[in-house]
């Protein structure tokens, strides 16, 4: 893939996270009635999740034909040129009319995380990165904070049911024994977001699936951060551990969430 091509994908990016998230919100403000359905406990999946993800996916199959797309309510296919689209992360939130969710869009080459776009319709922020390009907000070079201590730090800790609970809390618990404060806003890609940006120090959860992570893992990675290997063994589609901060408490933070 030469620049060019990537280039255009970015702006495609970009622009169509900006347009999908429009249309979100129209939803989330009941301009745009819509049913909420429950996938599990604690799962939701809306009208409005459908609605953006075919959007999205009506613009990717128009610009790049030729491009896989593997979308969370959808599905997909994956291949060497493969979009990972997440319509609304943070749908329960959403569906509560808590304004702290995200359209969360990644592009990669060969399994490679090349451009990964969240934009915030709550606040207008449009989060973007293209790999060795830096990370951005709107016009604003990211950087992740310089916490160097876990005792300071302000640490993210996603949950969602199939995660095991027991497993989860000792996590916290190991968190605050470190003196780590420590929250979950319930969207996953957008804390990330703010990770790369310097609002939180660090982001950790147990599984994510790839629509939810990519995006903002290349966010942390090109804002100065460092990550624990992303995905799995399992590859692409089975996801994996997430574990995002400042280089600071990076370490102590990944010997905390690899604790047994």
């Not at 969240?118 to 070079?141: N, T």
């Not at 640490?155 to 497993?167: I, P, S, W």
């Not at 624990?228 to 969430?257: K, N, Q, T």
């Amino acid at each position: 893939m030469t620049p060019r091509d990537l280039a255009q994908r970015v702006r495609f990016a970009q622009a169509v996270a900006r347009e999908a998230g429009a249309l979100a919100r129209r939803y989330f403000r009941r301009e745009i009635d819509f049913v909420v359905e429950a996938k599990g406990p604690q799962d939701f999946v809306s009208a409005a999740d459908h609605a953006v993800e075919a959007l999205v996916k009506e613009r990717i199959g128009a610009a790049f034909p030729n491009d896989a797309v593997l979308a969370e309510e959808g599905g997909g296919e994956v291949g060497r040129n493969l979009w990972l689209v997440d319509p609304i992360d943070g749908t329960i939130n959403f569906v509560h009319g808590v304004r702290y969710w995200c359209i969360s869009i990644a592009f990669l080459v060969g399994g490679e995380r090349r451009v990964g776009t969240i934009y915030d319709p709550s606040l207008d922020e449009l989060f973007w990165a293209a790999k060795g390009e830096g990370a951005w907000c709107d016009d604003v070079r990211l950087h992740v904070s310089p916490r160097d201590r876990l005792d300071r730090a302000l640490v993210a800790a996603g949950y969602v049911t199939r995660h095991e609970l027991e497993a989860h809390l000792a996590l916290k618990r190991r968190l605050h024994e470190a003196g780590a404060a420590v929250k979950d806003m319930g969207a996953g890609a957008l804390m990330l977001a703010h990770v790369a940006a310097g609002r939180f120090d660090a982001f950790v959860e147990p599984h994510m699936h790839p629509w939810d992570a990519s995006a903002g893992l290349l966010l942390v990675e090109e804002a100065g951060g460092r990550i624990h290997p992303y995905p799995g063994p399992a590859g692409i589609v089975g996801g994996g551990m997430v574990v995002a901060s400042a280089p600071g408490i990076f370490s102590a933070l990944e010997h905390i969430a690899l604790a047994r």
